[in-house]
């Protein structure tokens, strides 16, 4: 266990960035199963900005690397391409 007064906050600020940054990158992981999981062109095409936008979030505020993000939205990119035609 932590000694000092600071380390005790810091571990108790930790966990609790921990424990937001899980649930906001399990939604993403959750709305990205959802956009691939979709057979319908128009709702995919309604679905893909919002995701998109998670993800934009998501490396803005360093959750995931912004590469990631770039990579994830692209995949989705083709996915949601390939359903429209």
């Known amino acids: 266990m932590a000694n ?3 380390s005790i906050k810091r ?3 930790t966990n609790a960035r921990r424990l937001h940054n899980r649930y906001y990158a399990k939604t993403a992981r959750n709305a ?5 999981a979709t057979e319908d062109a128009s709702e995919a095409k309604a679905m ?3 995701v998109c936008s998670m993800l934009d979030k998501l490396a803005k505020k360093h959750i995931i690397h912004k590469n990631k993000a770039g990579n994830l939205k692209s995949k989705l990119a083709k996915h949601v391409n390939a359903l429209a035609k």
């Open 32 to 36: 990205m199963r959802d956009l691939r």
């Open 11 to 13: 571990i108790r600020q």
């Open 4 to 6: 000092h007064k600071s």
């Open 48 to 50: 893909y900005p919002k």
